[in-house]
């Protein structure tokens, strides 16, 4: 009974703790809602703030120079359908936007802000309140992206310092040392060192000086700050995850984090903030990726370019990774319109047929093995079958659908560089595939006739009649287009050396 009312107490505290914003003050004009996909999962958009405000004590961590509060840091955080892969993506704070109407204090709606001189952190800063505006920079980051918010999550520097200090301390790595006239340029000197050169760990103050440093590193630019930032979210995830994401882990943190926590209404208890994260856990580190989205400079500023920028906002919007991996969750065989572009496939005099004996190729090898699947056939529910005996060997299947032919008469496996031995694990269980090396990345099956008779389509296959193909399906937007190189060869994944990429200039 003590410990029920203990935890009981911990938990209307935490409760009590938790700010929310209101609601009304998010704009009316907003993009769609994403679409569920084929077993009811959808895509959850968290947008990230860290206030720079100078209320409740943050002053005497590094708050802002000036009254109120503006956005020092945001990232907008994709987790795909299949809640396995997730994306966050930093949009730098002197980026020149359009900020549009918003809710002030005394109830009325400011108008457009558009200009040279209009910065995307000014949104946070709509009508001049400490705690800021974060449904304006929510509107803002709306319009920008064409992308619908579900969740916003405002953390002040208070905030930030407890949790790392909740976790007890973060790994970061600095290429050289960083002495007190970096974090403070107004010093006009050196100072003492704060920061040394290399990994160490940090938590509180330390933790705060390295997210915020721009000075003494790199060409002083925000990028490299982002780079930093990114570096040091991948590292506290991890961290966290290591420590697993269970009640024993997250209530401290939630202990820290709720105290100069504000939310939307919709994580307004603390059930709420654990179910969101506890729908995080299965995500794997090389699976997060944080990426900024292509900018140029204008002056001292930044503004993005628009053309590449929306290819990246369309493919969130598709649900597509960053490597164009449909993660719209697992389904049984998708339209045919989602399957790439293909060639018809090859004879099989074309490919000598490669079958390895099932029984070499141990279960517990294939877990880092991704692989795609399509029905080449016109008999429904292959590919769900191939993509279900391979899950059952522990490969990572990434996709089940339907391939742009159906024609395919013996199953034929393809593979992009280096994955030759991967696919021939992957063929000894399907025998009398045929193995072919492709200029697309990754391993990827595409089921064919014997495949089908084996598995219970013998009947549709039989007569080749292009109506037992899934072409009744409902149609599928396009494919957005291949992201640009400037995105992709930039990306972070969580699991990269902290070391890398943590300088720009």
């Keep these: 009974m003590l410990l029920a009312g203990a935890g009981g107490a911990l938990y209307y505290k935490l409760n009590g703790n938790i700010k929310t914003f209101d609601q009304d003050a998010v704009s009316k004009d907003r993009p769609p809602e994403a679409a569920a996909d084929a077993d009811g ?57 359009a900020i549009p109407p918003c809710k002030l204090p005394d109830g009325t709606w400011s108008k457009e802000r558009k200009g040279e001189a209009v910065l995307f952190n000014a949104a946070f800063s709509v009508g001049g309140t400490s705690e800021g505006n974060p449904a304006c920079t929510q509107n803002t980051v709306e319009k920008i992206t064409g992308i619908r918010i579900n969740h916003t999550i405002v953390v002040d520097f208070s905030g930030f310092a407890a949790m790392t ?227 059952a060997a522990k490969f990572m299947v990434t996709k089940a659908g339907t391939a742009a032919s159906t024609k395919y008469t013996t199953t034929v496996i393809e593979y992009g560089s280096g994955q030759k031995a991967n696919a021939e694990k992957v063929a000894a269980f399907f025998p009398g595939a045929t193995v072919e090396a492709a200029t697309a990345a990754g391993i990827v099956v595409y089921v064919g006739k014997d495949f089908a008779v084996a598995n219970g389509g013998a009947a549709a296959v039989s007569g080749e009649t292009p109506s037992a193909a899934p072409s009744a399906a409902p149609s599928a937007a396009p494919a957005p287009e291949p992201l640009p190189s400037s995105i992709t060869d930039d990306a972070r994944s969580a699991d990269d050396d902290i070391c890398a990429k943590t300088t720009y200039g």
């Excluded at 994401?245 to 654990?274: E, F, Y």
């Design 41 to 97: 999962n959808k895509p959850v958009n968290i947008l990230l703030i860290g206030s720079d405000s100078r209320g409740a004590g943050n002053s005497d961590l590094g708050g802002g120079d000036s009254e109120g509060a503006r956005s020092d840091t945001t990232i907008l955080l994709h987790v795909y359908a299949d809640h396995k892969h997730a994306v966050g993506i930093s949009i730098p704070r002197n980026t020149l936007t």
């Design 165 to 391: 200090k909740a976790v007890n301390g973060v790994d970061i790595c600095l290429p050289k040392a960083i002495y007190e006239g970096d974090i403070n340029p107004k010093l006009h000197k050196k100072g003492q060192e704060v920061l040394p050169v290399g990994r160490q760990k940090v938590e509180g103050q330390k933790a705060l000086d390295y997210v915020r440093l721009r000075y003494g590193i790199g060409d002083g630019s925000d990028i490299g700050r982002m780079k930093r930032q990114q570096a040091f979210m991948s590292s506290m995830i991890s961290t966290v995850k290591k420590q697993g994401l269970n009640p024993t882990t997250l209530l401290p943190l939630a202990d820290a984090a709720t105290k100069s926590l504000r939310v939307d209404q919709g994580l307004d208890s603390v059930d709420k903030l654990m179910s969101l994260a506890l729908s995080l856990k299965n995500i794997d580190m090389h699976d997060l990726k944080f990426v900024t989205p292509p900018w140029r400079f204008s002056g001292e500023n930044l503004e993005l370019v628009d053309a590449d920028a929306k290819k990246l906002w369309d493919a969130i919007k598709a649900d597509r990774t960053l490597d164009g991996q449909n993660a719209t969750g697992q389904q049984s065989d998708a339209p045919a319109t989602q399957a790439p572009a293909l060639p018809p496939p090859p004879a099989a005099t074309q490919a000598t047929p490669t079958v390895p004996p099932a029984a070499t190729t141990p279960a517990t090898s294939n877990r880092n093995i991704k692989v795609a699947v399509y029905n080449g056939t016109v008999a429904s529910g292959m590919a769900g079958k191939a993509a279900e005996q391979l899950k």
